[in-house]
Every structure is written in structure tokens, then in C-alpha cells.
């Protein structure tokens, strides 16, 4: 099980590199989400662009003056699965020692997830006492070995050390990577609701689904059975089923038909809509002096009324005062609420990042740093888990 996987390929610097760009294009066919790490040593026997051009996307490299502030926490949160091939003696001693002076090794030492290795190194090496000692500690820390086969080794040597095939690494993967955890049925609601006034025009609002698919995107990869109704067309994992919606009603319609266990509620919805639609486009000389509105449902309050009710977390896009969140989160009896200044520059509305403060059951809140919206749907799953962990 490949398909939609989030792989980071650490490749360090050995001769062996090259069968990595071979395992990259399985892993790509087979539907994985594959990123690249590239040590500086890997650049000796292979090129950013061979991996640039399998994966779509240029490779890390680096752990300064890259764009990101925080590249190996960044990569470390993505990624479903590390894959270390070919993994020099130095790559094995680094990730024992717990060295975390360049991006792969600080990569793998905030990573928290399943490992897998593929030592490839000379015989008298791969056979030494320090070598030996290594692949201990790291049979310790739970991570998993793939070889390394007996055969040529770089300089035309033979012996223990070669690196195991592309193939090989990949059904290891499949294997270590085998079912995902249920975590239960979880809804998310995402993208701002248009209400037609007639077949061209519509209320709207500056909601993109952004915040919302990248909850359930991360909730997916984590294992929930993620239902996602939403009116953006913005990518969502495969394994998300994806229900499209314009307007409230529908959006309400569709969530009715939804059994959860966690509902997300991060779509802005319309409270009110056109009490009428004209059928057909109105036109500037039949004039339009006003448009008479109607309340929309309330679709979370429709949730938090269930006689099974989930796990419900709700959003409040506010224009600068937690205590307004706080209230709402009391009013609207949420488990927890996801508070967002859509005014402060980087939050809100169409950005890739946002600034949240968790506003919890009790009245507490929890302020956040700026980070890009996956992070949030990462930090939010957190929570999520832990609040249910207390509920069993
Ligand atoms: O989609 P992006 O461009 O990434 O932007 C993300 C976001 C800013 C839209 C998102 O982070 C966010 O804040 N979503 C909630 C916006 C909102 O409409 O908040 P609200 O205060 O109006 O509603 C409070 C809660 O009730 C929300 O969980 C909302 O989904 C829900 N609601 C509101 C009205 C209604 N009729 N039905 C609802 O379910």
C-alpha cells in the first residue's frame, strides 16, 4: 500500500546512489508522494535534476539558507515514512550518534515515524565492529534494514555490501508501511459556500479550502476515514472521499449523510442566502434595488445536536479579539475551537500559512506561531487525539 503514501528518500553519497533514482520511479508509479533528500556527498555520484525530473519537485539539500525556516522539522512532519537508500556507514553512524549537523541527519532526528534502511558499503565496513554496533542502536530505535546483498561493490570488489535492488526496497516499504491504523470517520467541511442570485451571480466569500483540505489530507495519511465536503476543487488524497458542494443547504445535505466520529468544521459558511434565484441572468435594465436574504442552517449546529455526537471542532474567522472566540466557542458548544485573525498578514483567507490560536473547552486558549496550514492540520490532529484519548 504505496498509493498516496508521503515517502522522504534520504539518498547519501555512495556509489549505490544511482539505484535510487530507479527506486524513486517505482515509488512514483506506484502513487507515492516521494521527496528527496540529497546529501552533500550524494552530489558526487548523482544529480538534482535526475530526482527533480522523477519526482517533480527539486530535492533538500540544505539545512541553511533554504527557503523554508525550518526545513528538517518541516520534512520531518511530512513524511509518512523515511527511506535511507543507499545508507553509507556515515549515514548509519550519524542517525545512532544522533547527529543532526546537516538537513538529513536533523531530519531524521525530529522524525518520530518508521524507518527504513539500505545499508551499502564495503564488506570490511559493513563487517566492523563500529559499523556492528550502529545497525544495533538503530535495530533498537525500531528501525527497519533492507539488506545489504552479497555481490560486485564499487572499485571491482565483491562481497557483503552491496545495496539492495530498487524492487527489494520497495516491497520492504510495502511491507512496513502494510494497513494503516483506524482511527475512526472523520468529517470535514472546507471552502467558502456560494449562494446563487441567479445562474451567473452569487454571495460569496474569500474562503479557498485551502485550511480545510489540508486537514483532510493529514487525516487521511494519518488513517482516518476521511469524508470531505467542500466547494473548492483544490487536491485531495486519493484516499478521501470527496463530496463537491456550492451552496449551505447542500453542503448541510451532504454532512447528514455522514456517520463520524470527529467532525472539522473549517468551511465559511454563508449565513444567509438569496431568498429568491431567478432562473435566468439578470440583466442591468430589468434593475435589482435590492437583494432579500434568508438565514442559512447552522450545519455545526446541526452536528453538535446529533444524538451520537462526534468529537466537534469548530473555526472562527475573527477580525482581532480572542475573547469573541472564547464566547463562540461557549455559544456553539464545541470540544475545541480553532481561532484565526483573518485580518493579521499570512492568516486566514487564501494563504498557504496561518496563525491559529486553540481555544479549548475550559476557556483556555493556546496561541500559535505562523506556520504553513499543513502544520496546523498537524497540530490540530494532535489535539484531536489527545482529547479522545482522554474521552476512553
Ligand atoms: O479556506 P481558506 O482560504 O484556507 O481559509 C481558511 C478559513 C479562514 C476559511 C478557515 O480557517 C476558517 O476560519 N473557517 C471558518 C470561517 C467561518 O466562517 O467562521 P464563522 O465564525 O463564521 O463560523 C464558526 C463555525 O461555524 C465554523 O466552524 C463554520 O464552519 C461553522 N458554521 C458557520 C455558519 C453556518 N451556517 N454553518 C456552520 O457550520
Known amino acids: 500500500m504505496i498509493s498516496g503514501r508521503r515517502v522522504l528518500l534520504a539518498v547519501t553519497g555512495g556509489v549505490a546512489a544511482y539505484k535510487s533514482a530507479l527506486l524513486t520511479r517505482l515509488l512514483v508509479e506506484d502513487g507515492a ?28 539539500t540544505k539545512l541553511f539558507d533554504s527557503d523554508s525556516v525550518s ?13 535511507v537508500a543507499p545508507a553509507t556507514a556515515a549515514s548509519l553512524s550519524k542517525m545512532a550518534n544522533g547527529l543532526s549537523n546537516d538537513l538529513f541527519s536533523a531530519t ?54 552491496r545495496v539492495a535492488e530498487p524492487e527489494q526496497i520497495h516491497e520492504a516499504l510495502s511491507d512496513l508501511l502494510g494497513t494503516r491504523p483506524d482511527l475512526g470517520r472523520l ?19 474569500r474562503s479557498t479550502g485551502k485550511m480545510g483540505h489540508a486537514i483532510a489530507n493529514e487525516a487521511a495519511q494519518r488513517g482516518y476515514d476521511v469524508t470531505l465536503v467542500t466547494t473548492s476543487n483544490l487536491h485531495a488524497d486519493p484516499a478521501v472521499n470527496l463530496v463537491e458542494v456550492e451552496t449551505a443547504e447542500q453542503m448541510l445535505n451532504a454532512v447528514e449523510q455522514v456517520d463520524m466520529d470527529v467532525a472539522i468544521m473549517a468551511a465559511a459558511v454563508a449565513d444567509f442566502r438569496p431568498a429568491k434565484k431567478s432562473a435566468h441572468k439578470l440583466s442591468r435594465s430589468e434593475g435589482l434595488d435590492s437583494v432579500e436574504l434568508v438565514p442559512n442552517p447552522d450545519i455545526l449546529e446541526s ?21 469573541r472566540a472564547v464566547q463562540k466557542a461557549k455559544r456553539k458548544d464545541v470540544d475545541l475551537l480553532v481561532y484565526n485573525d483573518v485580518t493579521e498578514p499570512g492568516s486566514g483567507f487564501g494563504t498557504d500559512t496561518n496563525r491559529v490560536t486553540f481555544v479549548n473547552r475550559d476557556g483556555s486558549v493556546d496561541p500559535m506561531p505562523l506556520t504553513s496550514k499543513d502544520e496546523v492540520a498537524a497540530q490540530l490532529l494532535d489535539r484531536i487525539a489527545a482529547l479522545r484519548s482522554l474521552d476512553s
Do not use: C
Not at 552533500?40 to 533538500?60: D, I, M, R
Not at 522539522?73 to 513524511?79: I, S
Not at 468529517?187 to 466569500?205: F, K, Q, S, W
Open 33 to 60: 508522494e516521494v521527496r528527496v533528500i540529497l546529501t552533500e556527498s550524494a552530489h558526487h555520484f548523482v544529480g538534482p535534476q535526475t530526482f527533480a525530473a522523477l519526482t517533480g519537485s527539486a530535492p533538500y
Open 71 to 83: 526545513p528538517h522539522t518541516e520534512l520531518a512532519r511530512w513524511a509518512e515514512v523515511i527511506v
Open 108 to 161: 531524521v532526528l525530529a522524525y518520530t515515524g518508521p524507518v527504513l534502511i539500505a545499508p551499502a558499503m564495503h564488506t570490511e565496513m559493513w563487517e566492523h565492529p563500529a559499523t556492528a554496533r550502529n545497525m544495533a542502536i538503530l535495530e533498537e530505535f525500531g528501525y527497519e534494514t533492507v539488506g545489504p546483498e552479497s555481490g560486485a561493490l564499487a572499485g571491482g570488489d565483491e562481497g557483503v555490501g
Open 187 to 205: 468529517l470535514v467541511t472546507a471552502g467558502g459556500t456560494r449562494e446563487p442570485i441567479d445562474p451567473v451571480r452569487y454571495l460569496g466569500n
Open 303 to 323: 452536528v453538535v445536536a446529533r444524538d451520537k455526537r462526534p468529537l466537534v471542532v469548530g473555526f472562527a474567522a475573527e477580525t482581532g479579539d480572542v475573547e
